[in-house]
């Protein structure tokens, strides 16, 4: 995932070509507001899942946090408008708690707890395009907000089962989950130039349009091997209603391509 990454950047920066014009320069720095810029960006994401499968009687959930990290370019559109794509590594999912014995989901017979839970792991390459803009200001910290659309990739579906008792404890691979899911970001944050580097802060929510499970099959259902689980409803064969959620901070370094001409100073 790093090296997808790591290569992400180097064609960018390979590819990139001349900058817009510059219009204007951060004050006291060499870098334009109108350059393209390219950066990498870490931080930690909480979420949790709702839908018709997590407001059931008896079912409550909360958030999990996961690392994220990746990689971004900004190309201006005009002065201060810019769009973002990105790619990065993202955790999801949420922590499921059965709070009555009586519960009988996916056929497990809660024996050893009054209290079984589930967390549900499912591990993403998020690609989200967003479209930037920086509201102008006079100093050196430059706020921005951004909104678009995201489509993120499944790599793995995990839960993890307790409280259930055997053969229902443990780490098993969830099948039923879609490998792509479609959603939108909306998010704020604020950069500060150091030396010809800008350094930010960001914010964003972060919710999916769609259903993270798929229906199933009677025969996928018979396929299924020890280590393996589907997620679904009410019916049998249809899929746990549950769409991904939450919110990120991350902190990112940002740099530009191009310097700002002496006589835009």
Same mark, same amino acid.
Request: aromatic share 10%; charged share 20%; proline share 6%.
């Given at each position: 995932?790093?090296?997808?990454?790591?290569?992400?950047?180097?064609? +960018? /920066?390979?590819?990139?070509?001349?900058?817009?014009?510059?219009?204007?320069?951060?004050?006291?720095?060499?870098?334009s507001?109108?350059?393209?810029?390219? *950066?990498?960006?870490?931080?930690?994401?909480?979420?949790?899942?709702?839908? !018709?499968?997590?407001s059931?009687?008896?079912? @409550?959930? @909360?958030?999990?946090?996961?690392?994220?990290?990746?990689?971004?370019?900004? #190309?201006?559109l005009?002065?201060?408008?810019?769009?973002?794509?990105?790619?990065?590594y993202?955790r999801?999912?949420? %922590?499921?708690?059965? /709070?009555?014995?009586?519960?009988? $989901?996916?056929?497990?017979?809660?024996?050893?707890?009054?209290? $079984?839970? !589930?967390k +549900?792991? =499912?591990?993403?390459?998020?690609?989200? +395009?967003?479209f930037?803009y920086?509201? $102008?200001?006079?100093?050196?910290?430059?706020?921005?907000?951004?909104?678009?659309?995201? =489509?993120? #990739?499944?790599?793995?579906?995990?839960d993890?089962a307790s409280?259930?008792?055997?053969?229902?404890?443990?780490?098993?691979?969830i099948?039923?989950?879609?490998?792509f !899911?479609?959603?939108?970001?909306?998010?704020? *944050?604020?950069? #500060?130039?150091?030396?010809?580097?800008?350094f930010?802060? %960001?914010?964003?929510?972060?919710?999916?349009?769609?259903?993270?499970?798929?229906?199933? /099959?009677?025969?996928?259902?018979?396929?299924?091997?020890a280590?393996?689980?589907?997620w /679904?409803?009410?019916q049998?064969?249809e899929?746990?209603?549950?769409?991904?959620?939450?919110?990120s901070?991350?902190? @990112? +370094?940002?740099?530009?391509?191009?310097?700002?001409?002496?006589? %835009?100073?």
């Amino acid at each position: 995932m790093i090296r997808i990454i790591t290569l992400t950047m180097v064609l +960018v /920066t390979a590819t990139a070509g001349p900058t817009f014009a510059q219009g204007c320069v951060v004050p006291g720095t060499n870098i334009s507001c109108m350059n393209a810029s390219y *950066g990498i960006t870490v931080g930690f994401g909480f979420y949790n899942m709702s839908g !018709d499968g997590t407001s059931q009687q008896g079912v @409550s959930t @909360s958030s999990q946090s996961g690392l994220i990290i990746g990689g971004f370019f900004e #190309y201006p559109l005009g002065t201060n408008l810019f769009v973002q794509p990105e790619m990065k590594y993202i955790r999801k999912g949420m %922590d499921k708690t059965h /709070t009555y014995d009586d519960y009988v $989901p996916l056929g497990k017979i809660a024996a050893a707890s009054d209290e $079984p839970s !589930d967390k +549900v792991k =499912l591990s993403y390459i998020q690609m989200p +395009v967003l479209f930037k803009y920086v509201i $102008p200001t006079k100093g050196k910290i430059k706020p921005s907000v951004v909104l678009g659309p995201s =489509l993120a #990739y499944n790599l793995s579906a995990k839960d993890e089962a307790s409280g259930w008792g055997a053969p229902w404890d443990g780490e098993f691979d969830i099948k039923n989950v879609k490998k792509f !899911d479609f959603g939108g970001v909306i998010g704020a *944050g604020v950069a #500060y130039p150091i030396g010809n580097l800008m350094f930010g802060i %960001d914010v964003r929510y972060d919710k999916s349009f769609s259903n993270a499970f798929d229906d199933v /099959t009677q025969e996928e259902i018979d396929d299924l091997k020890a280590d393996e689980v589907v997620w /679904t409803g009410d019916q049998p064969l249809e899929a746990f209603d549950a769409k991904n959620g939450g919110f990120s901070i991350s902190a @990112s +370094v940002i740099l530009p391509i191009g310097a700002a001409k002496p006589e %835009d100073k």
